[in-house]
């Protein structure tokens, strides 16, 4: 297969079929992350927590998922990607594990740490000018010289589909565990986690009711689902969440998400710190601040948890160690 | 059934039978805790490790099992445990499970945390001055008080079998992914996780070679093995893993392990930190001193794992925030 038309058709190449096509692939390959139940945070929300522990996953985050699962379909011997930072690390080791030459753009001011450990997952990393330069411009130029695949963060069926097998294992991990879950919480940048995790989930569960969610300053999905049409976040707005800076709702994804999401939750850094703690001194667990934001959302009480089964997921835990050590020293809040 | 003897007969008391037993009674109630394999460490030792993360047990720690299925066993209605740290979490959470009354014996210079938590799960903590009283003492006065039965950390039979569920479920979990240990590594406080896991790992693979990790200067289990009789740590020794501080072998555990371990390891506090740093970083674990002792003979080489499948218990979590972000916050080191 060469790569995937972004057509408006495309929502319909992601269904629950086509997940568990992804999830045969990934088999013995990704980790099955597990899904935790009782822990201490049940009595924090008054409901019964299902986390689904993705930095636990290859590469420490879900990206692994998606990029195995796109390669894989791939006929080329180059991919390409452009990210600084979960995507690259998810490509890197999948493209080395299919025996591909990965080539991935990154910026010449990126962490160090993430240039070096993408570079020792085997691929090639080509720096840029964050300035006089577009990622997207380069990524490209690249691609057609080498007669590579691109492989898009977000906006492709096969990627969405790769995500999606984090929420047919929550099904069956939940269903193993004589529980079902009434309400999930999913982690959203681009937005290709919860599509995919939201057509596994509704697809086997009607009932259930599945929410993105975003850190403040990046809640272009809750502002689209609200408006019924994509909107862009405001041009060079930072966050906290450095995993979930895209422009704006993925074509594809948000097609997706518009139909299947019970609506787009919105949590402030405060939020996101209180939970990353929780997480540290209750599960013994590293998040990163994108991937803590579901387990926030829930936290904070956005959405009345109290007697339900609450899937959530916990998307990665790439955090380098001054950050997290400055968030431990930070006084302790009364919640 | 009433105190179990610590008779010389007591090693016969401990059988792959008798942990399966324990898994049984701990099916839906503990935690079935992961098995990391293909992790980035392999790479570091040249080896395939398997990883049984304990941190993510109820309590944050392997503790719970040994005292739930010693608890479940007692027909008293009130246990009584001295413990500053992860023992007594476990039978306080145990204890509430079962619909028991738990009093926990601790110092009253104990850190407010363990204190706080350790009521949390629904004990009564009696505090005691450490300078003045034994904590022995004050327990068995108040065992003897309350008809209750006293649960020992270690030298238990059930206690050590409930731990020995670590073991069993790291045979059935490597036989899952296709694997077979050839070594296997375990952290040592009194001996009774690595009594429990060596008594079913040999029982299940014959040729596994099994050993005992602890801190300097608590390494009483390596001398009392080399020596072949039970030698004490010289008193007033403190150490930074402090779960790992037991003042000399178990009866009933050194008689086991005595009989099944392949060596006792020792690891000083800067492989420890070494350890914890990776596993914060490559594994997105939190791991306390004492539960990163055998990672830390791994990556260590103090045995060489090239080529070979090494288990590996990551036996607990239980870290304030302070003292982890210092960790974080040393220079790294160039290993």
């Known amino acids: 297969m060469t790569n995937a038309p972004l057509s408006h058709a495309g929502e319909a ?12 692939r990934l088999a013995g390959v990704a980790v099955r992350t597990p899904l935790l139940c009782d822990t201490p945070l049940d009595r924090l929300v008054g409901g019964r927590l299902l986390l689904k522990v993705e930095p636990l996953q290859r590469t420490g985050s879900f990206k ?19 990210s600084s930072g979960n995507h690259a690390q998810g490509v890197a080791l999948a493209a080395a594990l299919l025996g591909r030459r990965a080539i991935i753009v990154m910026p010449a001011d990126a962490p160090r740490i993430k240039i070096d450990r993408t570079r020792a997952f085997g691929a090639e ?12 411009a380069v990524g490209t130029r690249i691609a057609l010289e080498t007669a590579a695949e691109i ?9 969405i589909a790769g995500q999606g097998t984090v929420g047919l294992e929550i099904v069956e991990q939940a269903r193993a565990a004589g529980r079902v879950p009434d309400l999930v919480f999913v982690p959203c940048g681009g937005g290709g986690l919860v599509a ?17 969610v975003e850190p403040e300053g990046h809640d272009d999905t809750a502002r689209s689902l609200a408006a ?4 862009a976040n405001p041009p060079g707005v930072r966050s906290f969440c450095d995993a979930l800076l895209a422009p704006e ?10 139909r299947l999401l019970a609506g787009g939750l919105v949590v402030s850094d405060a939020e996101v710190r209180r939970a990353m703690r929780l997480a540290f001194s209750e599960l013994k667990l590293v998040l990163e601040p994108g991937g803590a934001v579901a387990l926030a959302a829930v936290l904070s009480g956005r959405v009345d948890c109290r007697g339900r089964t609450v899937a959530v997921v916990l998307s990665g835990g790439n955090v380098d160690p001054e950050p997290f050590a400055r968030l431990l020293l930070e006084p302790a809040d009364p919640g």
Chains 1, 2 share one sequence.
């Open 64 to 82: 692994f998922r998606g990029a195995y699962n796109a390669i894989a379909q791939s006929a080329k011997s180059t991919v390409v990607a452009w």
């Open 228 to 231: 019924g049409e994509r909107l």
């Open 196 to 212: 995919g995790c939201a057509t596994a989930l509704k697809g086997l569960l009607p009932r259930v009711r599945v929410f993105s």
């Open 125 to 136: 990393v080509v720096l840029y000018d964050r300035v006089r330069e577009s990622r997207e």
């Open 249 to 258: 709702p993925g074509r594809l994804t948000f097609a997706i998400n518009r």
């Open 151 to 159: 492989v898009a963060p977000y906006d492709d069926p096969r990627v």
């Open 13 to 24: 190449e992601v269904a629950l079929e086509t997940i568990r096509e992804a999830a045969s």
